[in-house]
């Protein structure tokens, strides 16, 4: 029994000697997680103007501009609808959208050389076009062309965020 009493007396006391000394699991973790909001709050994110100017060294030194965002794409509405040269419905005619990187004013050889396709679709049985299209952020001006109608009369709209095109083709 004495044996007994002094192992139990043995581990309590290192028990309590090991509890005392140094910091919890608890405290620490709140120690760390306090030091690293502190670093976030006192973080300075303007870009350095002298390193603006130079060669990145490291990662440490690149910096982005505010305005910056990761779409790389934007969303364009279509409605569409009018009628032929004969003064028909456009019902089930073909419409094509294509996309061309410079903004331009009038339809010539150039663009057409430089025009991307972005979708083939067809107006309704009633005429009408309703369509999404997410356009790349590079592209600068849609082309709008309906098969049967003349070149003059294709549609020509510059490119910004959130733009909706109607139009009446006649």
């Known amino acids: 029994m004495n044996t007994y009493n002094q192992y139990s007396i043995l581990i309590t006391l290192l028990s309590v000697a090991l509890l005392g000394c140094g910091q919890s699991e608890r405290e620490a973790d709140t120690n760390e997680m306090t030091k690293h909001i502190s670093q976030v709050v006192t973080n300075n994110f303007e870009p350095n103007p002298v390193l603006l100017s130079s060669t990145a060294a490291t990662s440490k030194h690149l910096h982005v501009k505010p305005e910056f965002t990761f779409k790389t794409s934007r969303i364009v509405k279509l409605d569409l609808s ?54 790349p952020s590079h592209f600068k001006t849609l082309l709008i062309s309906v098969d049967g109608m003349l070149e003059e009369n294709h549609l020509i709209v510059p490119i910004e965020t959130g733009v909706n095109v109607t139009h009446q083709f006649n």
């Open 82 to 135: 009018g009628n032929d040269v004969f003064g028909a419905s456009l019902a089930s005619k073909a419409v094509k959208v294509y996309a061309l990187k410079d903004q331009i004013n009038q339809y010539d050889e150039q663009a057409n050389t430089q025009k991307s396709l972005l979708a083939t679709t067809r107006f309704d049985t009633s005429g009408q076009l309703g369509l999404d299209l997410d356009i």
